[in-house]
């Protein structure tokens, strides 16, 4: 008889065991649903550029960096003959994963040319 009531309370403490795990199972899908961003603002301070490849006859690059969150683009100021830049600009984005399947800001390097078309020195994207 006794056996039997250990039996039973073994069964009752690997229930408990099984609904405590299942319980921090539901509370970690919760939070990793929380954390997903579904709506709000993005900013970025774009600080500058060191060791530009020089892409201009003399050199040097004219270098500016384009943007980009959804539809939405941005770029910072040109910086003349340079192959390192400082910016130091700051752009606010709204986002909204209900609007786009986007989920990365994408930034390229670009070099200005006034009398023919820019040349694309480098891109990164970054996950939101």
């Not at 006794?2 to 609904?19: P, T």
């Not at 919760?30 to 970025?44: A, R």
């Not at 009398?115 to 939101?128: M, W």
């Amino acid at each position: 008889m006794q056996e039997q009531e250990q039996k039973k309370e073994l069964v009752k403490q690997k229930d408990v065991e099984q609904k405590i795990e299942e319980d921090q199972q539901d509370n970690e899908q919760e939070f990793e649903q929380e954390i997903d961003l579904k709506k709000g603002k993005v900013k970025i301070t774009v600080i500058g550029v060191k060791d530009v490849t020089g892409v201009d006859s003399n050199g040097k690059s004219d270098p500016f960096i384009v943007l980009k969150v959804g539809e939405i683009k941005n770029q910072t100021k040109k910086v003349k003959n340079t192959l390192n830049a400082e910016y130091n600009e700051t752009f606010e984005f709204k986002y909204d994963s209900t609007r786009t399947e986007d989920r990365q800001i994408h930034f390229e390097l670009w070099d200005y040319d006034t009398f023919s078309d820019n040349d694309q020195i480098g891109k990164l994207d970054v996950p939101v």
